[in-house]
């Protein structure tokens, strides 16, 4: 038998071993928790109506604060999205508009419902022990049940009774504290938004100034009145 005979017999048995290697945990602080974060990112948004995708920005700031910015292949601004408690503003510099109002104020069936899920993705628990495994139930802090499911500590996935849910992938360490690179958002209405960091700094000191819109020079129109994405 020679060597090329060999080597192919032996490919079933080589990758059946890899796959067998357990994973390695991530070296991470127990009880860490991201508190801060900015990162360009690359998203993507879609629902049965409409999509959108782009690089951009994101800054985030526990518990609830959070500022995306969308670009265009240009380089120019096709959408800023910025969040605060329940509350919400949509910026289309483009068009010269803005739309604000509660979560609960934004339009059903237009690809929209996502964006009222960015607090409860990003409130995710401090870093767990490595021998944390498995799916529980219990109370969001947002009120309503919610299923984790914890792999090595770190939530992998979050779902509701309602058909919300969210996949966190790529667990990468920074400054001992572990953080998903990649999360992928679907709603009760199966739309789906999807973002990926790249080279994010983690617990950094953010400026105020980061959250905050600039609206001089657009027109302010409530949510209700959004088309789409």
Request: proline share 6%.
């Amino acid at each position: 038998m020679n060597y090329l005979k060999i080597s192919i017999l032996l490919l079933p048995l080589f990758f059946s071993a890899c796959a067998a290697l357990p994973k390695v945990p991530l070296d991470y602080a127990q009880g860490a928790v991201v508190t801060s974060i900015s990162s360009e990112v690359s998203l993507s948004a879609r629902s049965s109506g409409s999509s959108l995708s782009g690089p951009g920005f994101m800054v985030y700031r526990r518990p609830d604060q959070v500022h995306l910015v969308v670009l265009s292949p240009f380089g120019t601004t096709l959408l800023e999205v910025f969040t605060l408690g329940d509350r919400i503003t949509l910026v289309y510099p483009s068009q010269g508009v803005a739309y604000a109002g509660r979560f609960d104020e934004l339009p059903e069936g237009k690809g929209m419902q996502g964006w009222r899920l960015m607090r409860w993705v990003m409130d995710a628990d401090p870093a767990g022990p490595t021998s944390q495994n498995g799916t529980v139930e219990r109370t969001s802090r947002q009120g309503g049940l919610e299923k984790v499911t914890f792999e090595s500590g770190l939530i992998t996935a979050k779902s509701t009774s309602n058909g919300d849910r969210v996949f966190y992938r790529d667990y990468q360490v920074a400054k001992g504290v572990p953080f998903a690179r990649e999360l992928e958002i679907f709603n009760r209405q199966d739309d789906r938004i999807r973002l990926k960091l790249e080279e994010p700094e983690v617990n950094t000191t953010l400026d105020d100034t980061a959250f905050t819109p600039r609206l001089d020079g657009l027109k302010l129109l409530p949510l209700a009145t959004l088309k789409g994405l």
